[in-house]
């Protein structure tokens, strides 16, 4: 007779999610890299992820495991999926483009409640 035997803890909570999008236009040569930044009250701008053209990402530790970069390379989109968002991820998001010069994003307030 088969059996099959599960295990598994308990359910997570319910948590909120939100994704980002940002979109590059105009004349855009030799793109290193695409990536997100916040910059919450009272701190400094930091760098939440990044992505290059080859599709390599780096996270920062706060947000590792939670949080998803991806890039439609072609069209030069960046996408951010939020998931378990915190309430210290409160703050503003900034998309940026690297190439020999740096462009960012008009910035998107994103706030979590307690």
């Known amino acids: 007779q088969v059996q099959l035997v599960e295990s598994g803890g308990p359910p997570a909570p319910p948590a909120p999610s939100l994704s980002l999008s940002c979109a590059a236009s105009?004349?855009?040569?030799?793109?290193?890299?695409m990536a997100w930044y916040r910059q919450a009250p009272g701190k400094q701008r930091e760098l939440v992820a990044s992505?290059?053209?080859?599709?390599?990402?780096n996270y920062a530790d706060s947000v590792k495991g939670r949080f998803t970069i991806s890039r439609d390379g072609a069209k030069n989109l960046v996408y951010l999926r939020m998931n378990s968002l915190r309430q210290e991820d409160t703050a503003v998001y900034y998309c940026?483009?690297?190439?020999?010069?740096?462009?960012w994003g008009q910035g998107t307030q994103v706030t979590v409640s307690s």
């Open positions: 940026m483009l690297a190439t020999p010069t740096n462009y």
């Open positions: 105009g004349s855009i040569f030799r793109v290193y890299f």
């Open positions: 992505i290059t053209s080859g599709g390599n990402t």
